[in-house]
């Protein structure tokens, strides 16, 4: 069983930040992409920033220049640094393994995380 547990998240003033953390737990052999995505109220589920195994990394227009998404592959963790917070950034960030390889299952797999609430208000 391979889940994925997601912490960081709370509520913070405009232009304050947070840091996100992800940690897979399970038989993982690889995990080929780790990311964030997040849904609004109302909205549907938006890429944020996604970081490939080999260091590749994806971010969205909306956080580019203040969130910062990093891997560790040993841990099987993936953070997300976001500075200088909007109230438009208020969402659920979801974590998501994309193309999970394991010892105990044919083919990849793909899981998600529950959810972290980030509130930004005054």
């Known amino acids: 069983q391979i889940q994925l547990v997601e912490s960081g998240g709370g509520l913070v003033q405009p232009g304050g930040s947070l840091r996100l953390s992800c940690a897979a737990s399970?038989?993982?052999?690889?995990?080929?992409?780790m990311g964030w995505y997040r849904q609004a109220p109302g909205k549907e589920r938006e890429l944020v920033a996604t970081?490939?195994?080999?260091?590749?990394?994806n971010t969205a227009d909306s956080v580019k220049g203040r969130f910062t998404i990093s891997r560790d592959n040993r841990r099987n963790t993936v953070y997300l640094q976001m500075n200088s917070l909007k109230p438009e950034d208020t969402a659920v960030y979801y974590c998501?393994?994309?193309?999970?390889?394991?010892?105990?299952?044919?083919?990849?797999?793909?899981?998600w995380g529950e959810g972290t609430q980030v509130t930004v208000s005054s």
């Open positions: 399970g038989n993982i052999d690889s995990i080929s992409v």
């Open positions: 998501n393994a994309n193309r999970v390889y394991s010892a105990y299952y044919p083919g990849p797999r793909d899981y």
């Open positions: 970081a490939g195994s080999g260091g590749s990394t």
